[in-house]
Protein backbone atom coordinates (compact mmCIF):
# COMPACT_ATOMS: atom_id res chain seq x y z
CA UNK A 1 0.00 0.00 0.00
CA UNK A 2 1.71 3.14 -0.67
CA UNK A 3 3.09 6.26 0.92
CA UNK A 4 1.88 9.59 1.28
CA UNK A 5 5.12 11.59 0.80
CA UNK A 6 3.86 15.19 1.95
CA UNK A 7 6.08 17.59 0.53
CA UNK A 8 6.84 21.33 2.30
CA UNK A 9 10.48 23.33 2.07
CA UNK A 10 12.01 20.25 1.37
CA UNK A 11 11.98 20.23 -2.60
CA UNK A 12 15.06 18.15 -3.20
CA UNK A 13 15.81 14.55 -3.96
CA UNK A 14 19.95 14.52 -2.99
CA UNK A 15 20.53 14.28 1.26
CA UNK A 16 16.91 13.73 1.70
CA UNK A 17 16.06 11.69 5.09
CA UNK A 18 12.49 11.12 4.54
CA UNK A 19 12.83 10.42 0.12
CA UNK A 20 15.38 8.16 1.47
CA UNK A 21 13.87 5.90 3.38
CA UNK A 22 10.45 5.51 1.21
CA UNK A 23 12.88 4.83 -1.43
CA UNK A 24 14.12 2.01 0.29
CA UNK A 25 10.97 0.99 1.58
CA UNK A 26 9.61 -1.15 -1.77
CA UNK A 27 5.77 0.56 -1.57
CA UNK A 28 4.01 3.07 -3.84
CA UNK A 29 4.88 6.73 -3.03
CA UNK A 30 2.64 9.49 -4.05
CA UNK A 31 4.27 13.08 -2.91
CA UNK A 32 1.83 15.97 -2.50
CA UNK A 33 1.92 19.03 -1.49
CA UNK A 34 -0.53 21.09 0.33
CA UNK A 35 -1.85 24.93 -0.14
CA UNK A 36 -2.89 24.60 3.88
CA UNK A 37 -3.53 27.65 5.99
CA UNK A 38 0.08 27.74 7.44
CA UNK A 39 1.25 28.13 4.09
CA UNK A 40 -1.15 30.37 3.25
CA UNK A 41 0.08 32.59 5.84
CA UNK A 42 3.54 33.10 4.56
CA UNK A 43 4.56 36.60 3.09
CA UNK A 44 4.16 37.32 -0.69
CA UNK A 45 7.47 36.26 -1.59
CA UNK A 46 7.67 32.93 0.32
CA UNK A 47 4.91 31.96 -1.36
CA UNK A 48 5.45 32.81 -4.77
CA UNK A 49 8.96 31.44 -4.43
CA UNK A 50 7.72 28.24 -2.73
CA UNK A 51 5.31 27.86 -5.84
CA UNK A 52 8.66 28.64 -8.20
CA UNK A 53 9.93 25.93 -6.56
CA UNK A 54 6.80 23.65 -6.66
CA UNK A 55 6.86 23.86 -10.20
CA UNK A 56 10.39 22.70 -10.88
CA UNK A 57 10.60 20.10 -8.33
CA UNK A 58 7.14 18.50 -10.06
CA UNK A 59 9.65 18.66 -12.88
CA UNK A 60 12.10 16.51 -11.46
CA UNK A 61 9.88 14.02 -9.85
CA UNK A 62 8.46 13.81 -13.79
CA UNK A 63 11.47 12.98 -14.67
CA UNK A 64 11.43 10.09 -11.77
CA UNK A 65 8.48 8.41 -13.40
CA UNK A 66 6.82 9.96 -10.39
CA UNK A 67 4.36 13.12 -9.68
CA UNK A 68 3.55 15.70 -7.77
CA UNK A 69 0.21 15.91 -6.31
CA UNK A 70 -1.19 19.54 -5.23
CA UNK A 71 -4.27 19.37 -3.27
CA UNK A 72 -5.82 22.75 -0.98
CA UNK A 73 -7.24 22.87 2.19
CA UNK A 74 -6.32 21.78 5.53
CA UNK A 75 -3.82 19.50 6.03
CA UNK A 76 -5.31 16.62 7.81
CA UNK A 77 -8.36 16.15 6.14
CA UNK A 78 -6.84 16.81 2.45
CA UNK A 79 -4.34 13.68 3.51
CA UNK A 80 -6.90 11.28 5.10
CA UNK A 81 -8.94 11.99 2.07
CA UNK A 82 -6.00 11.24 -0.16
CA UNK A 83 -5.10 8.00 1.82
CA UNK A 84 -8.75 7.19 1.58
CA UNK A 85 -8.96 7.74 -2.35
CA UNK A 86 -5.31 5.96 -2.65
CA UNK A 87 -5.49 2.99 -0.18
CA UNK A 88 -2.28 4.62 1.33
CA UNK A 89 -1.73 3.64 5.05
CA UNK A 90 1.16 5.79 6.34
CA UNK A 91 1.96 9.64 5.57
CA UNK A 92 5.40 10.88 6.25
CA UNK A 93 6.73 14.45 6.15
CA UNK A 94 9.73 16.64 7.28
CA UNK A 95 10.22 18.67 10.02
CA UNK A 96 9.41 22.11 10.35
CA UNK A 97 10.43 24.37 13.40
CA UNK A 98 8.11 27.52 13.35
CA UNK A 99 5.28 27.70 15.80
CA UNK A 100 2.53 27.64 13.51
CA UNK A 101 3.80 24.30 11.02
CA UNK A 102 4.79 22.38 14.57
CA UNK A 103 1.48 23.04 16.20
CA UNK A 104 -0.27 21.93 13.20
CA UNK A 105 2.24 19.05 12.52
CA UNK A 106 1.11 17.56 16.05
CA UNK A 107 -2.21 18.13 15.38
CA UNK A 108 -1.87 16.38 12.28
CA UNK A 109 -0.07 13.58 13.33
CA UNK A 110 -2.57 12.93 16.28
CA UNK A 111 -5.46 13.11 13.70
CA UNK A 112 -3.83 11.21 11.02
CA UNK A 113 -3.43 8.20 14.30
CA UNK A 114 -6.49 8.42 15.16
CA UNK A 115 -7.92 7.72 11.48
CA UNK A 116 -5.16 4.34 11.67
CA UNK A 117 -2.68 5.87 9.43
CA UNK A 118 1.10 5.77 10.28
CA UNK A 119 2.12 9.48 10.62
CA UNK A 120 5.92 9.50 10.81
CA UNK A 121 8.80 12.90 10.91
CA UNK A 122 12.26 12.74 9.18
CA UNK A 123 14.98 15.12 10.14
CA UNK A 124 16.68 17.01 7.04
CA UNK A 125 16.41 21.06 7.72
CA UNK A 126 19.31 21.26 9.97
CA UNK A 127 22.55 20.00 10.35
CA UNK A 128 21.47 19.22 13.92
CA UNK A 129 18.45 19.14 15.54
CA UNK A 130 17.64 21.49 17.96
CA UNK A 131 17.18 19.64 20.87
CA UNK A 132 20.50 17.56 20.13
CA UNK A 133 22.29 20.58 21.50
CA UNK A 134 22.17 21.02 24.70
CA UNK A 135 24.23 22.60 27.79
CA UNK A 136 25.47 20.40 30.81
CA UNK A 137 22.24 21.03 32.26
CA UNK A 138 19.97 19.80 29.23
CA UNK A 139 18.98 23.41 28.70
CA UNK A 140 19.09 25.43 25.04
CA UNK A 141 21.79 27.60 24.69
CA UNK A 142 21.33 31.88 24.62
CA UNK A 143 24.95 32.78 22.92
CA UNK A 144 26.21 31.81 19.70
CA UNK A 145 29.64 31.24 20.45
CA UNK A 146 29.36 28.48 23.02
CA UNK A 147 26.30 26.98 21.29
CA UNK A 148 28.56 26.47 17.98
CA UNK A 149 31.16 25.07 19.96
CA UNK A 150 29.50 22.44 21.26
CA UNK A 151 27.57 22.05 17.95
CA UNK A 152 30.75 21.55 16.43
CA UNK A 153 31.34 18.54 18.35
CA UNK A 154 29.04 16.84 17.16
CA UNK A 155 28.70 14.85 13.17
CA UNK A 156 26.59 15.97 11.01
CA UNK A 157 26.98 12.69 9.00
CA UNK A 158 27.46 12.27 4.98
CA UNK A 159 24.66 13.28 2.65
CA UNK A 160 22.33 10.92 1.58
CA UNK A 161 22.44 10.07 -2.12
CA UNK A 162 19.36 11.26 -4.20
CA UNK A 163 17.33 7.99 -5.45
CA UNK A 164 17.46 5.89 -7.75
CA UNK A 165 13.96 5.35 -8.53
CA UNK A 166 10.64 6.70 -7.30
CA UNK A 167 8.07 3.66 -7.74
CA UNK A 168 4.56 5.15 -8.68
CA UNK A 169 1.37 3.85 -7.48
CA UNK A 170 -1.16 2.12 -10.26
CA UNK A 171 -3.52 4.87 -10.19
CA UNK A 172 -2.51 8.70 -9.65
CA UNK A 173 -5.32 10.44 -7.74
CA UNK A 174 -6.47 14.02 -9.01
CA UNK A 175 -4.37 16.64 -8.51
CA UNK A 176 -4.57 20.78 -8.79
CA UNK A 177 -3.01 22.99 -11.12
CA UNK A 178 -0.16 25.17 -9.72
CA UNK A 179 -1.38 28.11 -11.69
CA UNK A 180 -4.88 27.89 -9.74
CA UNK A 181 -3.02 28.08 -6.66
CA UNK A 182 -1.83 31.70 -8.08
CA UNK A 183 1.19 31.91 -5.74
CA UNK A 184 2.78 34.65 -6.83
CA UNK A 185 -0.37 37.14 -6.83
CA UNK A 186 0.46 39.32 -3.68
CA UNK A 187 3.77 39.64 -4.53
CA UNK A 188 4.09 43.01 -4.43
CA UNK A 189 6.61 44.10 -6.79
CA UNK A 190 5.07 41.73 -9.59
CA UNK A 191 6.44 38.10 -10.63
CA UNK A 192 7.93 39.20 -13.68
CA UNK A 193 9.80 41.55 -11.61
CA UNK A 194 11.52 39.19 -8.76
CA UNK A 195 11.83 36.23 -11.68
CA UNK A 196 14.50 37.74 -12.72
CA UNK A 197 16.54 37.38 -9.89
CA UNK A 198 16.13 33.84 -9.02
CA UNK A 199 16.84 30.53 -10.47
CA UNK A 200 14.93 28.13 -8.08
CA UNK A 201 15.17 24.17 -7.82
CA UNK A 202 17.91 21.90 -6.53
CA UNK A 203 19.65 21.85 -9.83
CA UNK A 204 20.41 25.55 -9.59
CA UNK A 205 21.14 25.42 -6.08
CA UNK A 206 24.16 22.92 -6.40
CA UNK A 207 25.38 24.80 -9.32
CA UNK A 208 25.54 28.15 -7.20
CA UNK A 209 26.89 26.25 -4.50
CA UNK A 210 29.62 24.78 -6.56
CA UNK A 211 30.27 28.44 -8.92
CA UNK A 212 30.48 29.70 -5.36
CA UNK A 213 33.09 27.25 -3.53
CA UNK A 214 34.94 27.34 -6.56
CA UNK A 215 35.14 31.26 -7.20
CA UNK A 216 34.55 33.31 -3.87
CA UNK A 217 34.84 30.86 -1.06
CA UNK A 218 38.65 32.27 -1.03
CA UNK A 219 37.33 35.83 -0.60
CA UNK A 220 34.22 35.09 1.33
CA UNK A 221 35.75 36.01 4.66
CA UNK A 222 37.28 39.68 3.99
CA UNK A 223 34.48 40.76 1.20
CA UNK A 224 31.29 39.29 2.94
CA UNK A 225 30.28 42.90 3.80
CA UNK A 226 30.32 44.43 0.83
CA UNK A 227 27.36 44.55 -0.43
CA UNK A 228 27.92 45.71 -4.50
CA UNK A 229 29.79 42.55 -4.25
CA UNK A 230 28.96 39.20 -5.31
CA UNK A 231 31.34 38.16 -1.92
CA UNK A 232 28.34 35.36 -0.53
CA UNK A 233 27.01 32.31 -1.17
CA UNK A 234 23.23 33.27 -2.46
CA UNK A 235 22.26 30.08 -1.20
CA UNK A 236 19.91 31.52 1.75
CA UNK A 237 16.49 30.85 -0.51
CA UNK A 238 17.76 27.61 -1.38
CA UNK A 239 17.94 26.31 2.13
CA UNK A 240 14.34 28.04 2.87
CA UNK A 241 12.82 26.16 0.39
CA UNK A 242 14.93 23.14 1.23
CA UNK A 243 16.04 22.80 -2.15
CA UNK A 244 19.57 22.25 -0.68
CA UNK A 245 20.27 20.80 2.69
CA UNK A 246 22.62 22.29 4.70
CA UNK A 247 24.29 18.78 5.27
CA UNK A 248 25.41 19.11 1.37
CA UNK A 249 26.61 22.40 1.68
CA UNK A 250 28.94 21.26 4.84
CA UNK A 251 30.03 18.20 3.10
CA UNK A 252 30.94 20.35 -0.46
CA UNK A 253 32.19 23.33 1.42
CA UNK A 254 34.75 20.61 3.64
CA UNK A 255 35.91 19.02 0.26
CA UNK A 256 36.41 22.53 -1.17
CA UNK A 257 39.37 22.80 1.76
CA UNK A 258 36.97 24.05 4.52
CA UNK A 259 36.22 27.28 5.53
CA UNK A 260 35.55 27.95 9.13
CA UNK A 261 33.80 32.14 8.58
CA UNK A 262 31.19 29.91 6.32
CA UNK A 263 30.46 27.52 8.05
CA UNK A 264 29.48 29.69 10.73
CA UNK A 265 27.53 31.34 9.30
CA UNK A 266 25.54 28.19 8.75
CA UNK A 267 25.99 27.87 12.13
CA UNK A 268 23.66 31.43 12.78
CA UNK A 269 21.07 29.78 10.97
CA UNK A 270 20.91 26.28 13.29
CA UNK A 271 21.75 28.90 16.11
CA UNK A 272 18.34 30.55 15.01
CA UNK A 273 16.53 27.81 14.88
CA UNK A 274 17.54 26.25 18.02
CA UNK A 275 16.21 29.60 20.06
CA UNK A 276 13.02 29.40 17.93
CA UNK A 277 12.76 25.64 18.80
CA UNK A 278 12.90 26.85 22.52
CA UNK A 279 11.49 30.26 22.71
CA UNK A 280 8.74 30.01 19.67
CA UNK A 281 7.24 33.19 21.10
CA UNK A 282 10.32 34.98 19.77
CA UNK A 283 8.76 35.33 16.07
CA UNK A 284 6.07 37.48 17.78
CA UNK A 285 7.23 38.58 21.39
CA UNK A 286 10.51 40.26 22.40
CA UNK A 287 12.35 37.24 23.85
CA UNK A 288 13.22 39.53 26.23
CA UNK A 289 10.63 40.55 28.90
CA UNK A 290 11.94 43.92 29.70
CA UNK A 291 11.59 45.11 26.04
CA UNK A 292 7.81 45.21 26.87
CA UNK A 293 8.21 48.58 28.38
CA UNK A 294 10.19 50.28 25.43
CA UNK A 295 7.87 52.65 23.72
CA UNK A 296 8.41 51.78 20.29
CA UNK A 297 6.32 53.87 18.05
CA UNK A 298 4.01 51.74 16.02
CA UNK A 299 2.92 52.63 12.15
CA UNK A 300 3.53 56.05 11.00
CA UNK A 301 4.97 58.02 8.11
CA UNK A 302 8.43 57.29 9.07
CA UNK A 303 7.43 53.34 9.14
CA UNK A 304 5.84 54.06 5.44
CA UNK A 305 9.27 55.88 4.29
CA UNK A 306 11.27 52.95 5.22
CA UNK A 307 9.15 50.39 3.48
CA UNK A 308 9.00 52.46 0.30
CA UNK A 309 12.95 52.94 0.41
CA UNK A 310 12.14 56.87 0.54
CA UNK A 311 13.90 57.65 4.01
CA UNK A 312 16.42 60.13 2.23
CA UNK A 313 19.05 57.86 3.88
CA UNK A 314 20.79 56.40 0.95
CA UNK A 315 22.38 53.19 2.26
CA UNK A 316 19.26 52.06 4.06
CA UNK A 317 16.67 52.87 0.89
CA UNK A 318 19.07 51.60 -1.83
CA UNK A 319 18.74 48.12 0.84
CA UNK A 320 14.84 48.46 0.79
CA UNK A 321 14.79 49.00 -2.81
CA UNK A 322 17.09 46.15 -3.72
CA UNK A 323 14.54 43.77 -1.62
CA UNK A 324 11.44 45.09 -2.90
CA UNK A 325 12.77 44.26 -7.04
CA UNK A 326 15.35 41.48 -6.23
CA UNK A 327 13.58 39.48 -3.24
CA UNK A 328 17.15 39.59 -1.45
CA UNK A 329 18.42 42.07 0.83
CA UNK A 330 22.40 41.49 1.67
CA UNK A 331 23.54 40.54 5.30
CA UNK A 332 25.10 44.06 5.97
CA UNK A 333 22.44 46.15 4.24
CA UNK A 334 19.54 44.01 6.27
CA UNK A 335 21.47 45.12 9.69
CA UNK A 336 21.69 48.57 8.67
CA UNK A 337 17.71 48.77 7.57
CA UNK A 338 17.09 46.94 10.68
CA UNK A 339 18.84 49.33 12.58
CA UNK A 340 18.08 52.61 11.06
CA UNK A 341 14.23 51.41 11.52
CA UNK A 342 14.81 50.59 15.60
CA UNK A 343 17.09 53.49 16.80
CA UNK A 344 16.75 56.17 14.11
CA UNK A 345 13.45 56.04 13.77
CA UNK A 346 12.17 54.16 16.79
CA UNK A 347 10.03 51.91 14.96
CA UNK A 348 9.21 48.46 16.49
CA UNK A 349 10.98 45.76 15.10
CA UNK A 350 7.40 43.73 14.21
CA UNK A 351 6.91 45.97 11.53
CA UNK A 352 10.07 45.15 9.84
CA UNK A 353 9.92 41.93 10.78
CA UNK A 354 6.92 41.88 8.64
CA UNK A 355 7.68 43.94 5.92
CA UNK A 356 10.46 41.70 5.52
CA UNK A 357 8.66 38.59 6.02
CA UNK A 358 6.60 39.58 2.76
CA UNK A 359 9.28 40.74 0.63
CA UNK A 360 12.25 38.20 0.84
CA UNK A 361 12.49 35.03 -1.15
CA UNK A 362 14.38 33.65 1.33
CA UNK A 363 12.30 34.31 3.72
CA UNK A 364 12.84 31.99 7.15
CA UNK A 365 10.74 32.53 10.03
CA UNK A 366 13.60 31.60 12.77
CA UNK A 367 16.34 33.60 10.95
CA UNK A 368 14.12 36.77 10.40
CA UNK A 369 13.10 36.47 13.60
CA UNK A 370 16.61 36.22 15.12
CA UNK A 371 18.21 38.72 12.94
CA UNK A 372 15.45 41.50 13.99
CA UNK A 373 15.68 40.99 17.96
CA UNK A 374 19.21 40.90 17.27
CA UNK A 375 19.30 44.58 16.04
CA UNK A 376 17.01 45.45 18.21
CA UNK A 377 18.70 44.52 20.93
CA UNK A 378 15.56 42.49 22.29
CA UNK A 379 17.10 39.24 21.85
CA UNK A 380 19.16 36.89 23.28
CA UNK A 381 23.14 37.35 22.44
CA UNK A 382 22.11 40.45 20.95
CA UNK A 383 23.74 43.76 19.97
CA UNK A 384 24.17 45.66 22.69
CA UNK A 385 21.38 47.93 23.38
CA UNK A 386 22.96 50.73 23.18
CA UNK A 387 25.02 49.67 19.90
CA UNK A 388 23.35 52.17 17.25
CA UNK A 389 24.42 51.66 13.86
CA UNK A 390 25.72 54.89 11.70
CA UNK A 391 23.82 54.41 8.50
CA UNK A 392 26.40 57.22 6.93
CA UNK A 393 29.91 55.83 8.47
CA UNK A 394 28.45 51.97 7.44
CA UNK A 395 27.76 52.89 3.98
CA UNK A 396 31.54 54.81 3.79
CA UNK A 397 33.15 51.35 5.48
CA UNK A 398 31.19 49.19 3.43
CA UNK A 399 30.20 51.27 0.05
CA UNK A 400 33.16 52.82 -0.08
CA UNK A 401 33.05 53.75 -3.79
CA UNK A 402 29.41 54.13 -3.33
CA UNK A 403 28.71 51.04 -6.07
CA UNK A 404 25.69 50.03 -4.74
CA UNK A 405 24.01 53.12 -3.49
CA UNK A 406 24.44 54.17 -7.22
CA UNK A 407 22.84 50.54 -8.11
CA UNK A 408 20.14 51.16 -6.18
CA UNK A 409 19.46 55.22 -6.05
CA UNK A 410 18.61 56.62 -9.26
CA UNK A 411 17.62 60.44 -8.22
CA UNK A 412 20.27 62.14 -8.56
CA UNK A 413 21.94 60.82 -11.42
CA UNK A 414 21.92 61.54 -15.20
CA UNK A 415 22.21 58.10 -16.12
CA UNK A 416 20.60 56.24 -13.67
CA UNK A 417 21.62 52.09 -13.97
CA UNK A 418 18.91 49.67 -15.05
CA UNK A 419 18.75 48.23 -11.68
CA UNK A 420 17.57 51.51 -10.25
CA UNK A 421 15.33 52.68 -12.61
CA UNK A 422 13.79 48.87 -12.55
CA UNK A 423 12.79 49.92 -8.37
CA UNK A 424 10.16 52.79 -9.89
CA UNK A 425 8.86 50.00 -12.68
CA UNK A 426 8.09 47.88 -9.87
CA UNK A 427 6.59 50.55 -7.27
CA UNK A 428 2.92 50.88 -7.06
CA UNK A 429 1.71 54.08 -8.94
CA UNK A 430 0.15 55.19 -5.76
CA UNK A 431 3.30 55.66 -4.78
CA UNK A 432 3.76 58.21 -7.14
CA UNK A 433 7.72 58.30 -7.27
CA UNK A 434 9.30 59.06 -9.82
CA UNK A 435 13.01 58.44 -10.68
CA UNK A 436 14.20 61.79 -11.93
CA UNK A 437 12.73 64.05 -8.89
CA UNK A 438 15.21 65.05 -5.82
CA UNK A 439 16.21 62.37 -3.65
CA UNK A 440 14.07 62.91 -0.48
CA UNK A 441 14.90 64.60 2.44
CA UNK A 442 16.24 62.85 5.40
CA UNK A 443 13.83 62.03 8.00
CA UNK A 444 16.47 62.90 10.76
CA UNK A 445 19.89 63.56 10.57
CA UNK A 446 21.89 60.55 11.55
CA UNK A 447 23.64 62.37 14.82
CA UNK A 448 20.30 63.38 15.67
CA UNK A 449 18.42 59.89 15.27
CA UNK A 450 21.39 58.55 17.33
CA UNK A 451 20.96 60.97 20.31
CA UNK A 452 16.92 60.02 20.41
CA UNK A 453 17.27 56.74 20.22
CA UNK A 454 19.92 56.65 23.26
CA UNK A 455 17.73 59.27 24.81
CA UNK A 456 15.05 57.03 24.71
CA UNK A 457 17.04 53.84 26.08
CA UNK A 458 18.34 55.82 29.21
CA UNK A 459 15.11 56.53 29.92
CA UNK A 460 13.34 53.07 29.38
CA UNK A 461 17.02 51.32 31.27
P1 LIG B 1 26.03 33.69 3.10
O1 LIG B 1 26.83 34.77 3.72
O2 LIG B 1 26.57 33.03 1.91
O3 LIG B 1 25.79 32.61 4.26
C1 LIG B 1 25.51 31.23 4.00
C2 LIG B 1 24.22 30.83 4.68
O4 LIG B 1 24.36 30.96 6.09
C3 LIG B 1 23.03 31.67 4.31
O5 LIG B 1 22.45 31.23 3.11
C4 LIG B 1 22.14 31.50 5.51
O6 LIG B 1 21.40 30.31 5.44
C5 LIG B 1 23.13 31.39 6.65
N1 LIG B 1 23.31 32.70 7.29
C6 LIG B 1 24.21 33.65 6.97
N2 LIG B 1 24.11 34.70 7.81
C7 LIG B 1 23.10 34.41 8.66
C8 LIG B 1 22.52 35.09 9.76
N3 LIG B 1 22.96 36.31 10.16
N4 LIG B 1 21.50 34.51 10.40
C9 LIG B 1 21.05 33.28 10.03
N5 LIG B 1 21.57 32.58 9.01
C10 LIG B 1 22.59 33.14 8.34
N6 LIG B 1 18.27 34.91 6.50
C11 LIG B 1 17.35 34.11 5.92
O7 LIG B 1 17.70 33.08 5.35
N7 LIG B 1 16.01 34.43 5.96
C12 LIG B 1 15.55 35.56 6.58
O8 LIG B 1 14.33 35.79 6.62
C13 LIG B 1 16.52 36.42 7.18
N8 LIG B 1 16.12 37.59 7.77
C14 LIG B 1 17.07 38.41 8.34
C15 LIG B 1 16.66 39.60 8.97
C16 LIG B 1 17.59 40.46 9.55
C17 LIG B 1 17.13 41.74 10.22
C18 LIG B 1 18.96 40.14 9.49
C19 LIG B 1 20.00 41.05 10.10
C20 LIG B 1 19.38 38.96 8.88
C21 LIG B 1 18.45 38.08 8.31
N9 LIG B 1 18.86 36.87 7.67
C22 LIG B 1 17.90 36.05 7.12
C23 LIG B 1 20.26 36.42 7.70
C24 LIG B 1 21.17 36.82 6.52
O9 LIG B 1 21.04 38.17 6.21
C25 LIG B 1 20.91 35.98 5.26
O10 LIG B 1 20.87 34.62 5.59
C26 LIG B 1 22.01 36.20 4.22
O11 LIG B 1 22.09 37.55 3.86
C27 LIG B 1 21.73 35.33 3.01
O12 LIG B 1 22.67 35.55 1.98
P2 LIG B 1 23.67 34.42 1.53
O13 LIG B 1 22.94 33.14 1.32
O14 LIG B 1 24.45 34.94 0.41
O15 LIG B 1 24.55 34.26 2.85
Known amino acids: RPILLWFRRDLRLADHPMLHEAARAGRPLIPVAILDPVAEGWGAAAMWRWGEGLRVFAGTLAAKGSRLILRRGGAAEVLARLAAETGAEAVWWSRAYDPEARARDVAVKAALRAAGLAARSFPGHLLFEPEAVATGQGTGFKVFSAYWRAASRLDPGRPLPAPGTLPAPSAWPASDRLDDWRPGAALRSGAAVVRGHSAPGEAAALNRLAEFLGTTLARYAERRDFPAEAATSGLSEYLAQGEISPRTIWAETARAGGNGKFLSELGWREFAHHLLHHSPDMARENWNRDWDRFPWRGESPDAEAWRRGMTGEPFVDAALREMYVTGRMHNRARMVAASYLTKHLLT ?81 RAWGLDPYAPYPRRRIEPAAGRQRALDALAQWK
Request: overall charge negative; proline content about 10%; hydrophobic content about 45%.
Open 348 to 428: DWRIGLAWFADCLTDWDPASNAMGWQWVAGSGPDAAPYFRVFNPETQAEKFDPLQLYRRRWIAEGQAHPPAEALSYFAAAP
